[in-house]
Nanobody, 114 residues
Framework: VQLQACGGGLVQAWGSLRLSCVSS????????MGWYRQVPGSQRDLVAT???????TYADSVKGRATISRDIAKNIMYLQLTSLKPEDTATYYC?????????WGPGTQVTVSS
């Protein structure tokens, strides 16, 4: 499956935005999908995941400020971020997992200004 993340941009602190991850194939069949983020020189960190059954998990750093969701009919996964902080600045990637196979899409840059 091919993934394409979009929706990033420049936003002021305390603002919000919604990222989208468009999949070329069915997202309903994936074991789970997730959002990750990475800043230069650091590892790629988990932000949120959603399982095939719709169970969600969040990193402590975004808990209460992030909502991961999906539109199965459209094969799109979303990440709504609110109360953004400068430390949320990163390149955000989406991932789809089926068994031992993982697919990553190119990232979308989110920059939060103070």
């Amino acid at each position: 499956v091919q993934l394409q993340a979009c929706g990033g941009g420049l936003v002021q602190a305390w603002g919000s935005l919604r990222l989208s991850c468009v999949s070329s194939g069915s997202i309903a069949s994936r074991d789970y999908m997730g959002w990750y983020r990475q800043v230069p020189g650091s590892q790629r960190d988990l932000v949120a995941t959603i399982t095939r059954r719709g169970v969600t998990t969040y990193a402590d750093s975004v808990k209460g400020r992030a909502t991961i969701s999906r539109d199965i009919a459209k094969n799109i996964m979303y990440l709504q971020l609110t109360s953004l902080k400068p430390e949320d600045t990163a390149t955000y990637y989406c991932k789809a997992v089926l068994g031992m196979r993982s697919s990553w899409g190119p990232g979308t840059q989110v920059t939060v200004s103070s």
